[in-house]
Nanobody
Framework: QVQLVESGGGLVQAGGSLRLSCAAS????????MGWFRQAPGKEREFVGA????????YYADSVKGRFTISRDNAKNTVYLQMNSLKPEDTAVYYC?????????????WGQGTQVTVSS
């Protein structure tokens, strides 16, 4: 029902910036909370941050707070993850996810992921 496609990943040096995009299908996009997650090799998937649907407030994991910013453009059905002051430990596959306002705490839809590599 909802398809998510991430883009914008790549290789960047420590201290640099990247902006990830997540394009979503579906006409109910504006009501969905959108989350970003990441998974590094050998580690579990971890929460990065999210933006709520109706309110539009954002919240972030402590590890990225102050460096990453989530925004959304409902007219384009797109959510963004602006990543600044990148660190090598930010290296991971980044995933976009969508959560229905009627759903539980888990996310209902996931993108394919985009690789972010931060070099020293």
């Amino acid at each position: 029902q909802v398809q998510l496609v991430e883009s914008g990943g790549g290789l960047v040096q420590a201290g640099g910036s990247l902006r990830l995009s997540c394009a979503a299908s579906g006409r109910a996009f504006s009501s969905y909370s959108m989350g970003w997650f990441r998974q590094a090799p050998g580690k579990e998937r971890e929460f990065v941050g999210a933006i709520r649907g109706s309110i539009g407030s954002t919240y972030y994991a402590d590890s990225v707070k102050g460096r990453f910013t989530i925004s959304r453009d409902n007219a384009k059905n797109t959510v963004y993850l602006q990543m600044n002051s990148l660190k090598p430990e930010d290296t991971a596959v980044y995933y976009c996810a969508a959560k229905s306002p009627a759903g539980g705490k888990g996310y209902d839809y996931w993108g394919q992921g985009t690789q972010v590599t931060v070099s020293s």
